[in-house]
């Protein structure tokens, strides 16, 4: 039974990753969705249900770097911060204004950018 219960959990954490991965990518398009702490989530679960999914994300060659450097601390290049704060700003900027009227959402698109682009400033620079 114990054999069962592993395998459904390995699979479950496999489908999670899977979901964490895919709205993680999309994220990178749409940066009000956290790309980062969704790409982690889906190396963590990859870990937990599939070695081999764990592997191939983390030698990906699109965001298994940007995976490995945030997972030990090496930080992000001043290019790859320079384009995702534009990237950002662009996006939430004319989020804001062509996209809504509203003041509320507004203020969350304001907090967002600024919770985000502090975050990113704060992450160690290295050189490429």
Not at 6 to 15: G, P, S, T, Y
């Amino acid at each position: 039974m114990a054999s069962t219960q592993d395998k459904l959990k390995r699979r479950l954490f496999v489908i999670a990753g899977t979901i964490a991965l895919i709205i993680g990518v999309i994220g990178i398009i749409i940066p009000v969705l956290p790309t980062t702490p969704l790409l982690l989530l889906a190396a963590i679960c990859y870990m937990r249900g599939s070695q081999q999914l764990y592997s191939a994300l983390l030698c990906n060659r699109f965001v298994g770097s940007y995976i490995r450097n945030y997972l030990e601390g090496r930080g992000m290049s001043l290019k790859m911060k320079i384009w995702t704060l534009s990237l950002l700003w662009v996006a939430i900027v004319c989020a804001a204004l062509l996209a809504t009227n509203s003041l509320v959402i507004r203020i969350i698109l304001t907090v967002v950018v600024i919770g985000v682009t502090i975050h990113i400033l704060l992450i160690r620079t290295i050189k490429q």
